[in-house]
């Protein structure tokens, strides 16, 4: 393939990704609104966190215990929001050198825009695929954020549709697609356990803050990631 075709290639995954992953802040718009954000507060967050795992773990957090679950909201989100980093390690000889160019690229590295750069088979494309998602996502998540926004107040009370509901399977969509291996999925499910059995005995969010602590403690360490396996003799 051409260094044009691979450019064009990496161009119509960004949009496609792009457009596809803009759509849904909408949903994060009415789900801001349904949880006590007003327009304004919805649309500043995705502006300055632009992070949606992140942004939708704080109101989440925030619907079920109000204000007074403000800190575990913030911790929860920033802990969540810690990937991002591990992705910038990935990502940052695609980059290339430059401070102001490093400093937009931190803003904009988040999973898509991560997957697509790493999934084209040259710098040049890579760069392309990086910053075009970037660019991209940006713009149509805070769009879609302010439209779903508004029209979540022109509603009123959109729980009585039950749109907050949707911040739980909202989430569960953005982890779904990782669940293929045996280590995501314990980890998920040692999470989901903890917060479960912890909801009816602490403070909102404080179960949400110890079920990532478990994610961190069994992630991190690999413990049931997949072994390779060998012969007997020890050849591969």
Excluded at 100 to 109: C, V
Aim: hydrophobic share 55%; aromatic share 6%.
């Amino acid at each position: 393939m051409s260094p044009d075709a691979e450019r064009r290639a990496a161009w119509r995954a960004s949009l496609a990704v792009g457009l596809a992953v803009s759509a849904y802040g909408v949903s994060f718009g009415a789900l801001a609104v349904a949880s006590g954000l007003t327009i304004a507060e919805a649309c500043v967050l995705s502006l300055i966190m632009f992070s949606g795992g992140s942004q939708f773990a704080l109101i989440g957090v925030v619907a079920s215990g109000g204000v007074a679950a403000g800190p575990a909201a913030i911790a929860g989100a920033t802990l969540l929001g810690l990937r991002n980093g591990l992705y910038a390690i990935r990502v940052s000889p695609i980059i290339g050198p430059g401070w102001a160019k490093r400093l937009l690229a931190g803003h904009l590295t988040i999973d898509e825009s991560t997957a697509v750069a790493t999934a084209q088979p040259t710098l040049a494309s890579q760069r392309v695929g990086f910053w075009a998602t970037g660019a991209i996502i940006y713009i149509g998540w805070n769009l879609m954020t302010l439209l779903g926004a508004v029209v979540g107040d022109l509603l009123g009370d959109v729980r009585q549709f039950g749109v907050d509901a949707a911040a739980g399977a909202a989430f569960l969509g953005l982890v779904w697609p990782r669940l293929r291996a045996l280590q995501p999925v314990a980890v998920a499910v040692g999470a989901a356990v903890v917060a479960a059995v912890l909801l009816p005995a602490l403070p909102q969010g404080v179960p949400v803050l110890v079920a990532a602590l478990v994610a961190v403690v069994v992630g991190v360490p690999n413990l049931f990631a997949a072994r390779p396996r060998t012969n007997e003799g020890g050849a591969e």
